[in-house]
């Protein structure tokens, strides 16, 4: 058994055998009832027979030819991965992994970046993990673009540029897979990102509005009430309140905004 940690997206596994990130995906992504060992892991413990990675686990998977005991054979992949202190809980690091597998594959088949994109935006949708959300965003972008000749999702990506633009962005990904619009969105001020959060839920929405609208109401009540009779407290507090509610509502103009765009 080997005694330190394999990093996934650098040990030689991946380099020798990168369809290793592609198993450790499914492996965390169908839940354990529907997980079935499949000749193409027997493939893979095949492969992996012949590099300097071999154990008597991977010799005795490479050789099994009865898919019927899945227990067993579930058993045995986790083995393997124990004795490659590959960390199945390191969700994060195996979704890039299996990100940077997908690009590198498809540039190696020579795939259309469309279909890359796709496979890339499918990701999004089956884990909902941030890194992945670009890709959702510049799928959506590229796709108005083929049907409309220009979209609003994505600044700088046009009708012309879009093979070369989503090349390069794969390229990039690939040094440092992270998602440009989440750094973006976590930068921003707390009240954003909830504003944004609510505000992107139509009911939600409607419901915020009306709240901001009863709160206006009754803040200005309590200012009739309390400061009736001194004209520099009510002046005073009216500024205030007008400077706050003129930032709230730019607020919501900026996030309405972009909510027509998504």
């Given at each position: ?12 596994i ?37 590099t ?24 045995l ?14 969700i ?5 992994c299996?990100?940077i ?9 020579n ?45 700088g ?26 750094n ?19 009911y ?15 803040f ?16 005073t ?13 730019f ?12």
């Amino acid at each position: 058994m080997m005694e330190n940690k394999i990093n996934l997206c650098t040990n030689e596994i991946l380099t020798k055998i990168p369809s290793t990130a592609k198993l450790v995906f499914y492996k965390i992504a169908i839940e354990d009832a529907n997980f079935e060992i499949t000749p193409e892991w027997i493939e893979w413990a095949a492969e992996l027979a012949q590099t300097q990675y071999k154990t008597p686990h991977i010799i005795e998977l490479s050789h099994k030819t009865d898919m019927d005991d899945q227990i067993y054979l579930r058993g045995l992949t986790n083995v393997i991965f124990d004795e490659f202190n590959i960390d199945l809980n390191d969700i994060p690091t195996i979704c890039k992994c299996y990100g940077i597998y997908l690009i590198r594959q498809g540039f190696a088949e020579n795939k259309d970046v469309y279909e890359i994109l796709t496979q890339l935006a499918n990701l999004f949708i089956v884990t909902n993990y941030y890194v992945f959300y670009d890709f959702y965003t510049l799928h959506l972008a590229y796709t108005e673009l083929k049907k409309e000749g220009e979209q609003n999702y994505w600044d700088g990506l046009d009708f012309k540029n879009k093979e070369e633009y989503i090349r390069k962005y794969l390229e990039q990904w690939i040094k440092n897979p992270s998602s440009q619009l989440y750094n973006k969105w976590n930068k921003k001020s707390k009240f954003r990102k909830t504003a944004e959060i609510y505000l992107f839920n139509q009911y939600t929405y409607w419901l915020y509005i009306i709240l901001i609208f009863a709160l206006v109401l009754i803040f200005y009540w309590g200012i009739y009430k309390l400061s009736s009779n001194n004209i520099m407290t009510t002046i005073t507090i009216l500024a205030f309140t007008t400077s706050a509610i003129i930032k709230i509502i730019f607020e919501i103009v900026k996030v309405i905004n972009k909510r027509k765009n998504q």
